[in-house]
């Protein structure tokens, strides 16, 4: 059945200010070549860029480290909770002190290659270590926010912010766009599956909240899909105001 709600989301996007949308390319491959093709290019930070540097966002992860990250032994045992599932990254008490050195130093790394931007990755883990560490729930809401906050003091370009909806209202003025990975399909158990209401309605309020906060919104999709199924959701995202593309689950 359909939701009594779709029609509202539907006609409150209608009445938005259209922002322009841009195009981009997400790439963690050693070397990048930027050309006219993107508008936004989301990079390594260990990227060797060919061309318009201002248009690189370099990664950060603000609540993971690299299980080969020579950052590792700086942070005390107490500091990384487990492994990530499906992904060679260690998930990280983020209130430890040591690592708001680590997310210093990664910023000074990127500031001495020339970045301009960063794309804070993870953002969305803030809320799983919330529930983790429930006594630190709100020490560690407040961390999370704040290390977005000191990144952009240090880089005071442009920072795109991958969903990390629960402390959005905290540093929405540092943040110029969202990624929404995930827009039209979730990964369970048996594998992908397209989006159904309520999952597919909360997003679309999120977009409405940041079409309304004039944000740029980028989406990405890793489902295996046909290319008339590309199309298909490429024209339903441009028409709510996304800019959307397909990616391999591994970016390569």
């Not at 990227?47 to 080969?68: K, N, P, T, W």
């Not at 500031?111 to 960063?118: D, L, M, Q, T």
Request: one cysteine or more.
């Amino acid at each position: 059945m359909a939701s009594s709600k779709r029609p509202f989301v539907v006609l409150n996007l209608i009445g938005l200010i259209v922002m322009p949308l841009a195009g981009f390319e997400i790439t963690y491959r050693p070397f990048v070549e930027i050309n006219k093709g993107d508008d936004i290019y989301i990079v390594s930070p260990y990227a060797e860029v060919q061309g318009d540097i201002s248009r690189a966002f370099a990664y950060v992860s603000l609540c993971e480290i690299e299980m080969h990250s020579g950052h590792l032994s700086s942070l005390p045992p107490q500091a990384i909770l487990h492994k990530v599932a499906d992904w060679t990254a260690l998930l990280v008490d983020i209130s430890s002190p040591e690592w708001e050195d680590v997310i210093e130093k990664e910023v000074e790394f990127l500031r001495s290659k020339g970045f301009k931007n960063v794309f804070v990755d993870t953002a969305d883990d803030v809320e799983i270590l919330g529930n983790l560490l429930p006594e630190k729930r709100e020490l560690i809401h407040g961390k999370g926010a704040g290390l977005i906050r000191m990144i952009k003091k240090a880089i005071p370009g442009r920072l795109i912010m991958n969903r990390g909806f629960g402390i959005y209202d905290d540093v929405r003025n540092d943040i110029c766009g969202v990624m929404i990975e995930s827009l039209f399909y979730q990964k369970e158990n048996s594998g992908w599956v397209e989006r159904t209401d309520p999952g597919m309605e909360w997003l679309l309020d999120k977009v409405e909240m940041l079409r309304r906060d004039k944000k740029m919104i980028l989406a990405v999709d890793y489902a295996p899909m046909s290319e008339e199924k590309k199309l298909e959701l490429r024209k339903k995202a441009k028409r709510i105001g996304v800019s959307w593309k397909w990616a391999r689950e591994d970016l390569q």
